[in-house]
């Protein structure tokens, strides 16, 4: 009678156990959120952001500003807040071309164009890596790019098509070297911009705008890596992704960020250099996402256009299907050529 009474027990406890599992599965997937995943009327994790209907608002007056910033009614403002200037962040998605209008700071820009260029690690031998978190984690930066993740947060709902955005946006800024020098010591060298003054100058090198990129996609989520060649001198960043499709099984699936191109080709031809063809040094940076888990059209894509390129350098020209395949292929990712 005790076995049985135990036995009885033990599948009414079992039962209600299954039962608060399907209730919290049900509940959590039942939850409304915005798109970086804060629930309806909560705060974000980025200051003074509040989830209302889907969209990310700013309401410091309930959610607060970061130690760098002081609240002002529904606002938080920071002492590099001065001269503002308009710049527009073109993109593509899906072959749709939007627009992200977007507030830039000369105060700011001037503050880290001010910045030492070198690291002092007291003897120890710095790396690359080193140089870029440097960048990357530079606080008052963080501050004003993060306005520019939630935009664009709020402009997709899935996490693949926020890192599409990002990726489009800076490859659509404009290439180009700055007209400024630095100094170390009595050595004078090329000057190297910061994320946020590549949107400030709204142009940049490969490495500049590959850091621009590294910092959007790690505050998304996604893990990635900056791609170096050195034998070519180029930059090109790379997003974590299903090893069978990533560059050379690394885990990285390339970006170019030079100019608008898709996502996995790294056949491009570059002037002065051709093809990258020397093995790059792979330096990753935190985030914890995979690209392409669902649906990777890109990759697919990327291999299309290798043909058409392979097909116009063998012929000196393509046949007709391939000229429709290369027009998609132009008007889905804003491509210039190929």
């Given amino acids: 009678?005790?076995?049985?009474?135990?036995?009885?027990?033990?599948?009414?406890?079992?039962?209600?156990?299954?039962?608060?599992?399907?209730?919290?599965?049900?509940?959590?997937?039942?939850?409304?959120?915005?798109?970086?995943?804060?629930?309806?009327?909560?705060?974000?994790?980025?200051?003074?952001?509040?989830?209302?209907?889907?969209?990310?608002?700013?309401?410091?007056?309930?959610?607060?500003?970061?130690?760098?910033?002081?609240?002002?009614?529904?606002?938080?403002?920071?002492?590099?807040?001065?001269?503002?200037?308009?710049?527009?962040?073109?993109?593509?998605?899906?072959?749709?071309?939007?627009?992200?209008?977007?507030?830039?700071?000369?105060?700011?820009?001037?503050?880290?164009?001010?910045?030492?260029?070198?690291?002092?690690?007291?003897?120890?031998e710095t790396t690359l890596l080193d140089f870029k978190l440097r960048s990357l984690n530079e606080e008052?930066?963080?501050?004003?790019?993060?306005?520019?993740?939630?935009?664009?947060?709020?402009?997709?709902?899935?996490?693949?098509?926020?890192?599409?955005?990002?990726?489009?946006?800076?490859?659509?800024?404009?290439?180009?070297?700055?007209?400024?020098?630095?100094?170390?010591?009595?050595?004078?060298?090329?000057y190297y911009r910061y994320p946020y003054e590549v949107l400030y100058d709204f142009q940049g090198v490969c490495g500049e705008k590959s850091e621009l990129l590294g910092f959007l996609l790690r505050e998304i989520g996604y893990g990635s890596a900056f791609i170096y060649y050195n034998q070519e001198n180029h930059e090109a960043m790379g997003i974590k992704c299903p090893v069978k499709k990533s560059l050379d099984n690394t885990g990285y699936c390339f970006i170019e960020t030079t100019g608008p191109s898709i996502i996995t080709d790294y056949r491009t031809e570059y002037v002065s250099v051709g093809q990258l063809t020397s093995i790059p040094e792979i330096i990753p940076i935190d985030g914890s996402l995979y690209f392409g888990e669902k649906n990777f059209y890109e990759y697919k894509d990327a291999n299309t256009l290798n043909k058409i390129r392979e097909r116009a350098k063998e012929y000196e020209t393509i046949n007709y299907i391939q000229h429709l395949q290369f027009n998609n292929l132009k008007k889905k990712y804003g491509l210039a050529s190929f």
């Fill in 1 to 124: 009678m005790i076995k049985k009474g135990f036995y009885i027990a033990l599948l009414v406890a079992v039962i209600l156990a299954l039962s608060l599992i399907s209730f919290f599965l049900f509940f959590r997937k039942n939850v409304q959120t915005c798109n970086d995943g804060t629930a309806y009327n909560e705060c974000s994790k980025i200051k003074p952001y509040f989830c209302v209907n889907g969209i990310l608002t700013e309401k410091a007056s309930a959610c607060g500003c970061s130690n760098l910033s002081k609240v002002n009614g529904d606002k938080c403002i920071s002492e590099y807040q001065y001269e503002p200037q308009k710049i527009a962040l073109n993109f593509t998605l899906n072959g749709e071309k939007k627009t992200i209008h977007f507030i830039v700071y000369k105060k700011l820009n001037d503050y880290l164009s001010g910045l030492p260029r070198y690291i002092d690690f007291s003897g120890n």
């Fill in 140 to 190: 008052q930066q963080r501050e004003f790019l993060l306005p520019l993740v939630v935009r664009i947060e709020n402009l997709a709902r899935n996490k693949e098509d926020q890192a599409r955005i990002a990726i489009s946006i800076i490859q659509n800024i404009p290439f180009g070297n700055s007209n400024k020098t630095s100094k170390i010591g009595n050595i004078e060298i090329e």
